[in-house]
């Protein structure tokens, strides 16, 4: 069995490596509001993206909730529980999936639309790690990204939502700067069948939509601020979610929902 083991600092080789049946694995760092990293299993047909939890990772989670003047309400969680459940991206190239957290700390599995991603291919070239990469721009539900990826490694995946390109995405970011994610790590096995098999234990059959999603986390944040506001003391100014608060800044999002590009 021939294994190709990549560190994205010295390393060359070309698409010739590859045979038929082959199994690879990207490691990207996900640097945003919160630093993670994510394990990335694919060959040419599925991609299976994890979230690494670490070990050592133990406490129960933190809470910090922060009280602005205008009587907006910003809640920041510490992740850290020996039973928190890894967040993952799931693409078979016909279906895709992946689970997103409420603010009660409950989980769902959604299936996401499969829509293209429509980039633009420019000719700008860099290496990264020893792939020569070319720039792609495209637009995606509000966000502008950047992409660099290489045909060195032909197949159409990348770290969190990102795909369609003819190869694999090394660094992917937004022009507003709310993530940046890079390739640190890649492993290519030829002659080898890739073992999703945690993938494979996911019920996928209890995934819901994208509108359910959205009707469902809005229910649950108007339940958790009802909980918070009725735990006030007599005349304490009340939380308010902020699509209700006028004066409140407006967040920008790496998505938005309400925009397909």
């Known amino acids: ?48 993206n994890l979230q690494i939890i670490r070990e050592e990772t133990n406490f129960k989670n933190k809470e910090e909730v922060v009280i602005k003047n205008s009587g907006n309400v910003q809640k920041n ?3 850290g529980s020996k ?33 293209k991603w429509s980039w633009k291919i420019l000719q700008e070239k860099k290496k990264i790690g020893g792939f020569v990469c ?17 045909t060195e490694i032909p197949v159409p995946f990348g770290p969190w939502k990102s795909k369609d390109l003819p190869g694999l995405i090394l660094e992917l970011y937004d022009d507003n700067g709310l993530t940046h994610m890079n390739a640190t790590k890649i492993t290519i096995e030829n002659n080898k069948k890739c073992n999703f098999d945690y993938a494979e234990k996911i019920d996928l059959t209890k ?28 005349g ?6 902020g699509s209700e608060c006028e004066d409140c800044p407006k967040d920008i999002k790496l998505e938005n929902f309400e925009v397909e590009n």
């Open 207 to 234: 995934a819901i939509s994208i509108p359910d999603f959205l009707k469902r986390e809005k229910q649950k944040d108007i339940a958790y601020f009802k909980q918070l506001n009725a735990k006030l003391p007599k």
């Open 83 to 115: 039973n928190i459940k890894p967040a993952f991206f799931l693409n078979n190239k016909n279906d895709f999936y992946y689970n997103s957290e409420y603010i009660d700390g409950s989980i769902d599995i959604i299936k996401e639309n499969m829509s």
């Open 1 to 48: 069995m021939l294994k190709i083991q990549i560190q994205l600092f010295f390393f060359f080789f070309s698409t010739a490596m590859f045979t038929q049946n082959f199994c690879g694995k990207a490691i990207y760092k996900i640097k945003g509001y919160i630093e993670l990293n994510y394990e990335m299993n694919f060959d040419k047909n599925k991609s299976f």
């Open 77 to 79: 969680t510490i992740l």
């Open 236 to 241: 304490a100014k009340r939380f308010i979610i």
């Open 134 to 150: 070319q720039k792609a721009r495209t637009k995606f539900r509000g966000s502008n990204f950047t992409a660099w990826f290489t």
